[in-house]
């Protein structure tokens, strides 16, 4: 018990950091870290960037990437199609959302709403949301960039 007394008041004291040494003096050991993803905004020699994966599209069915900035989505009336739009609406720049159950991007702010392929159904937005090329490899869903 006495042997551990220098660590407890060492611990104890204001000069102390959060990480104290065991009593034979070795640091902790480093926490174990996952090496970081590649960066999802890098483009391929073709010019697609990964969006997601199909995995998370059929989950949550869309993909939001916000760093592209994308939100992908598949046709309602061919499942095999997707859409990749920029989420920005033409009105007024506010972002859209997509609504599964009405089949279209809804602007919340102004009530616009564009049909799945980006084109205006209702305004007061006049003009289309940015559409992207779109495809599936594999597990990976990629838009082209730019």
């Known amino acids: ?19 104290a040494k065991s009593p034979q003096n070795t640091p902790p050991a480093p ?6 993803a590649p960066a999802a905004t890098t483009p391929r020699a ?33 499942s095999k199609t997707l859409y990749a739009v920029d989420p920005t609406c033409t009105h007024k720049g506010c972002p859209v959302e997509w609504e599964a159950d009405e ?10 709403d564009f049909a799945p392929d980006g084109k205006v159904v209702k305004g007061p937005a006049a003009a289309p949301l940015k559409t992207y090329q ?8 990629l838009v082209k960039a730019g």
């Open 103 to 112: 089949k279209l991007f809804d602007c919340p702010c102004h009530d616009s």
């Open 31 to 36: 926490a174990a870290t996952t090496p970081p």
């Open 1 to 19: 018990m006495a042997s551990s007394l220098p660590v407890v008041i060492a611990a104890c004291s204001p000069d102390s950091t959060t990480t």
């Open 134 to 141: 779109v495809k599936i490899e594999g597990d990976s869903v």
């Open 46 to 78: 073709d010019g697609f960037v990964l969006a997601g994966t199909v995995a998370e599209l059929d989950k949550e069915g869309k993909i939001q990437n916000k760093k592209l900035p994308v939100l992908v989505v598949r046709n309602p009336a061919d």
